[in-house]
């Protein structure tokens, strides 16, 4: 099985930060990785497929890159909305998600 | 629009087993690309996936979870059906069901459903 990993576990980030979150894959997936946002009470939503492409009707802040085993979600100017938790997910074999990013109010 | 409901006992005993169906709209399983998975959020843990049938009709399951899962699905009906057998209270969680295009993420989701799992 594909095991992903993330970094940090939790961050505390003010609005207009700039915020990096890593995620590792333990072999390589190519491009086929993707994020979501989950805030408490509520399922979690879509925001890059694929690593690095822009779900619709996500907020361009939100971008994604890397591929093969590293790959990295950046919100460019946090917004009070974007306190959440952040969570990979692959799908080059079968599907395994990240343990979750959380990032709270500084 | 596309939506998903999921539906199901909220509170089973251990060693029962659960069957949870996910109904769906706006979308049809025998298009090409279209897959359902089924996921699962303990309470304050991280997601798990569970398991995924696309419109193929093939099956993927979690490794650490394969004895005690099937999936299904009723075209007809709209709707993918998950059993989980002999649960324990480790699995209680909110159930999630979501729809995926093959290469892409998990673009709809359901509201979840709390399982209980207790005597």
């Known amino acids: 099985d594909i095991q992903m990993t993330q970094s940090p576990s939790s961050l505390s980030a003010s609005v207009g930060d700039r915020v990096t979150i890593t995620c590792r894959a333990s072999q390589s997936i190519s491009s086929y990785l993707n994020w979501y946002q989950q805030k408490p009470g509520k399922a979690p939503k879509l925001l890059i497929y694929?690593?690095?492409s822009l779900q619709s009707g996500v907020p361009s802040r939100f971008s994604g890159s890397g591929s093969g085993t590293d790959f990295t979600l950046t919100i460019s100017s946090l917004q009070p909305e974007d306190f959440a938790t952040y969570y990979c997910q692959q799908s080059y074999s079968t599907r395994t998600f990240g343990p979750g990013t959380k990032v709270d109010i500084k | 629009q596309v939506t998903l409901r999921e539906s199901g006992p909220a509170l089973v005993k251990p060693t029962q087993t659960l069957t949870l169906t996910c109904t769906f709209s706006g979308f049809s399983l025998s298009t090409s690309g279209m897959c359902v998975s089924w996921i699962r959020q303990p309470p304050g843990k991280a997601l798990e996936w569970l398991a995924l049938?696309?419109?193929?009709?093939?099956?993927y399951y979690s490794t650490s979870l394969k004895t005690r899962l099937t999936i299904s699905k009723d075209t007809s009906k709209n709707q993918v059906v998950l059993t989980m057998t002999n649960m324990d209270p480790v699995d209680t969680a909110t159930y999630y069901c979501a729809r995926g295009v093959w290469g892409s993420g998990f673009d709809y989701w359901g509201q979840g459903t709390l399982v209980t799992v207790s005597s």
């Open positions: 694929a690593a690095s």
């Open positions: 049938i696309d419109w193929d009709d093939d099956k």
